[in-house]
């Protein structure tokens, strides 16, 4: 069998698996689009919207809108960035299927009482950068100062929580956790806090800053839950939700692989949607899709840590906040792997 051939039957076993995913025997029959928010500005993110401007989600049947969240846009301007504002939107309406941190959801099931599970996981690993102002040279510096992160429950909130808990302090007692505000880096170096808390794309603007984090939180190896795809149960439960649910699964995996092969759809996304339009800059945000996981099932691990960071153990159970039951069928089809071959 020649070179060609290989490609071929690789080629027609990528159509067979695809047309088995897309025809199920369920016709969503999408009148109305439904509406995805995308609640911060982040390669996590990104996913989503190559899936959305490479025509994935029209390839499995699938009419998504999606948005970015007033808070998001605010979050992500400046850093080298500029949330287009065409994107930018506040609709009325629940968020039935979302693309949120691990962390908020957790915590807002709990507080809430909703019925919200994770599917899926894109932020699995811990990777966030503290950068702190001049005097400040050790992490044990970091005591008794101002930190500031997105949220108290955001996942810039609870990595400030890990580090607190991994210095054996209190936060709201020994550190002090505050709202970020947008240009964060740069409200960091003028002393509106002592040090920020960032992730991968602030990160890209701190170091063309000739900046140096104070902790490169990803040398710690620990599991995380971030970015990823959570839905509410008693949604995919009625009608062809479960099934509308798989596809948009099966199309972001669809992207990631077609982000890891093109960088070219990464530089457009970050372009079209984010503002950054400096081609250096694009290279370098680039280099954190590698991290992406080729199969984002829920991220139990990082589950988990989060409910060991908020003291929330053993009251509540990690196998309460996800299912993975979607990922696994996609996953034994043999899908995910031939995207690879």
Known sequence: MNKYSVVSLHARFIFIVNLCLFVSGVS?????????????????????????????????????????????????????????????????????????????????????????????????????????????????????????????????????????????????????????????????????????????????????????????MEDWGLPFVCSGISASSSWMATGNNREMAKRFLVATIEAIAIMKKRPETVYHALDKWYGVTDPDIQKQMYAYIDALPRKPYPAVEGIQLILDTYDMTPEYQAEQFYDDSLMREIDESGFIDALYE
């Open 28 to 216: 969503l029959a999408q009148d109305v689009p439904l509406l995805v928010p995308l609640t911060d500005v982040s390669t996590n993110k990104l996913p989503y919207i190559v899936a959305e401007e490479e025509g994935i989600f029209d390839k499995y049947g699938l009419n998504i809108q999606l948005y970015m969240t007033p808070g998001a846009a605010e979050k992500g301007a400046g850093d080298g960035m500029t949330p287009n504002p065409e994107y930018i939107d506040d609709p009325d309406t629940d968020r039935l299927l979302s693309t949120g941190g691990g962390v908020g959801q957790i915590n807002r099931r709990i507080s809430d009482g909703n019925d919200r599970v994770i599917l899926g996981t894109t932020g699995d690993h811990l990777s966030w950068w503290i950068y702190a102002r001049e005097g400040i040279d050790t992490i044990e510096d970091l005591k008794g100062k101002l930190i500031s992160g997105t949220g108290n429950t955001s996942c810039t909130g609870a990595a400030v929580h890990i580090l607190a808990n991994r210095m054996g302090w209190e936060v709201g007692k020994d550190i002090t956790l505050v709202p970020n505000h947008e240009h964060r880096v740069d409200k960091m170096l003028e002393g509106f806090y002592d040090a920020v808390m960032v992730a991968e794309l602030p990160d890209v603007y701190a170091r063309n800053l000739g900046l140096t984090p104070l902790v490169d």
